[in-house]
């Protein structure tokens, strides 16, 4: 009868450490409250060892990185069962195999002479290497209090590990974008103070641009004043050119004059012949006058019947004793039957005086060659009369055409730039064109056009 009530209490005792005992287990997730798996599985095993009395508990977890598993093992008492993990590790697995599923509830084994019941355990869900293996050497082990205390406890543990490794991915989550967020912060803030100083650099520039502006108008303004004082020097100078020559041949033939009567007996046929030379110049200079005076004026041209071909010998007569003093060997193109053109005969007389000018200046540096000059007076497909001076000269110097009509603008080193330019402009004021080709030998080729008469009414005036 005593031994009958001395049972129970045994029975009592060890439910209540059973219960006790899970009541410490459920109480370890709030110690593991974010901490390290290694931190689980050593409080795990210590409690393990403490509750059940074991001699032996292993236990292997996996680093879910790929990096090698983390295996402890843990002896209760005697040194004689200090053993490494890895021994361990790999007599589990030759025993056990390598599917949980068919795994035995209980297995005995011996370690060094040690006969033990081991209980093993899955540690993990995903992963069939982990596992958590509890030994001793009582041959009733484990009991059932003890199989439910083991269990459950393994359970919490694989359930904190796992929320463990949830947290640490987390964890590595948030790192990784809050490293990817502190990257992209510092690119952003790189890009802005890029774009910050391409903005200071841009305004620098801007303002440099607006200086340069106002400097490069000052300095146009200033150009521009000293331009002018240029032009009206060059005006001046090119005024003073054009008169000086016929006024030298007037002193020079009144000198001439003045000796032949002087003589004697007195010279008078030769001072006669000087004298109508003294009249000539007067009248080319003042003919200079007045096609400056219309260069820069708008007076009405004296329009009369011109024959082409008449005023062109004139001019040739006139330019004979200069031409030949120049070695220039004049060939001339006359068409018969031209008519009349409606022109100032003066100013047409001009523009051929300067365009025989320029090709025997154009010669004067030859000395490998003739100087051969040709007019050529003809008429064109259309109703206009062209007039034409040709030359062996230096060309155009590479120079562009139009340019050389241009104001104040010569190839010539002693040139004011003056003729050719009075010569365009009385041209167009008789309705026609000017312009310079080079030749496809040596020297250039000058010509200009001017309309015939159109109407009944010009062409009865011209006749």
């Known amino acids: 009868m005593e031994r009958l009530l001395e049972e129970p209490s045994d029975e009592i005792r060890r439910l209540r450490r059973c219960i006790n005992d899970l009541v410490g287990v459920l109480a370890l997730p709030a110690m593991w409250a974010v901490a390290e798996p290694t931190r689980v599985v050593r409080d795990l095993v210590d409690a393990l060892i403490r509750m059940l009395d074991l001699d032996l508990v292993f236990v292997r977890l996996v680093d879910p990185a790929g990096g090698a598993p983390f295996e402890m093992v843990e002896t209760a008492g005697s040194q004689e069962l200090a053993l490494e993990p890895h021994e361990i590790g790999r007599a589990l697995d030759d025993r056990l195999g390598g599917d949980p599923q068919k795994w035995a509830p209980l297995i005995r084994m011996s370690f060094r002479g040690f006969d033990m019941s081991i209980a093993?355990?899955?540690?993990?869900?995903?992963?069939?290497?982990?596992?958590?293996?509890?030994?001793?050497?009582?041959?009733d082990f484990p009991r059932?209090?003890?199989?439910?205390?083991?269990?459950?406890?393994?359970?919490?543990?694989?359930?904190?590990?796992?929320?463990?490794?949830?947290?640490?991915?987390?964890?590595?989550?948030?790192?990784?974008?809050?490293?990817e967020v502190a990257l992209r912060t510092a690119e952003l803030a790189a890009a802005n103070e890029e774009?910050?100083?391409?903005?200071?650099?841009?305004?620098?520039?801007?303002?440099?641009?607006?200086?340069?502006?106002?400097?490069?108008?000052n300095t146009h303004a200033k150009l521009t004043h000293m331009a002018r004082l240029m032009t009206v020097a060059q005006l001046t100078a090119s005024i003073a050119h054009e008169v000086n020559q016929p006024l030298s041949g007037i002193l020079t033939n009144a000198s001439t004059c003045l000796r032949m009567l002087a003589a004697s007996p007195p010279n008078v046929e030769g001072a006669r012949e000087t004298a109508r030379r003294t009249i000539r110049d007067g009248n080319r200079a003042s003919e200079v006058i007045r096609r400056l005076r219309a260069l820069f004026g708008n007076h009405k041209l004296s329009l009369e019947p011109v024959d082409l071909n008449e005023a062109v010998r004139e001019v040739i007569a006139l330019t004979r004793s200069r031409l030949q003093a120049n070695g220039v060997i004049l060939r001339t193109e006359f068409a018969d039957g031209l008519p009349n053109v409606i022109a100032d005969r003066v100013?047409?007389?001009?523009?051929?005086?300067?365009?025989?000018?320029?090709?025997?200046?154009?010669?004067?540096?030859?000395?490998?060659?003739?100087?051969n000059m040709l007019v050529r007076i003809e008429r064109n497909a259309g109703e206009e009369l062209r007039v034409t001076v040709r030359d062996?000269?230096?060309?155009?110097?590479?120079?562009?055409?139009?340019?050389?009509?241009?104001?104040?603008?010569?190839?010539?080193?002693?040139?004011?730039?003056?003729?050719?330019?009075?010569?365009r402009s009385i041209v167009e004021r008789h309705g026609g064109r000017i312009w310079a080709e080079a030749n496809e030998g040596p020297g250039a080729t000058f010509s200009f056009s001017v309309p015939l008469p159109t109407t009944f009414e010009e062409q009865a005036q011209a006749k």
């Open 195 to 217: 774009l910050r100083n391409e903005a200071a650099e841009r305004k620098r520039a801007e303002d440099a641009l607006n200086r340069s502006e106002e400097d490069l108008r």
């Open 392 to 423: 062996v000269g230096t060309g155009l110097g590479g120079e562009n055409p139009e340019r050389l009509f241009d104001a104040f603008f010569t190839t010539k080193s002693e040139g004011m730039g003056i003729g050719l330019s009075v010569s």
């Open 347 to 371: 100013q047409l007389q001009e523009v051929i005086l300067n365009l025989i000018h320029n090709a025997s200046d154009a010669m004067s540096s030859i000395n490998d060659r003739s100087r």
């Open 144 to 179: 059932e209090t003890e199989r439910l205390l083991l269990t459950v406890a393994v359970n919490q543990a694989a359930i904190e590990l796992q929320k463990g490794r949830a947290l640490g991915e987390q964890m590595r989550i948030t790192s990784r974008l809050d490293h």
């Open 120 to 139: 093993p355990l899955r540690l993990s869900l995903n992963d069939d290497r982990a596992l958590i293996a509890a030994g001793s050497r009582r041959s």
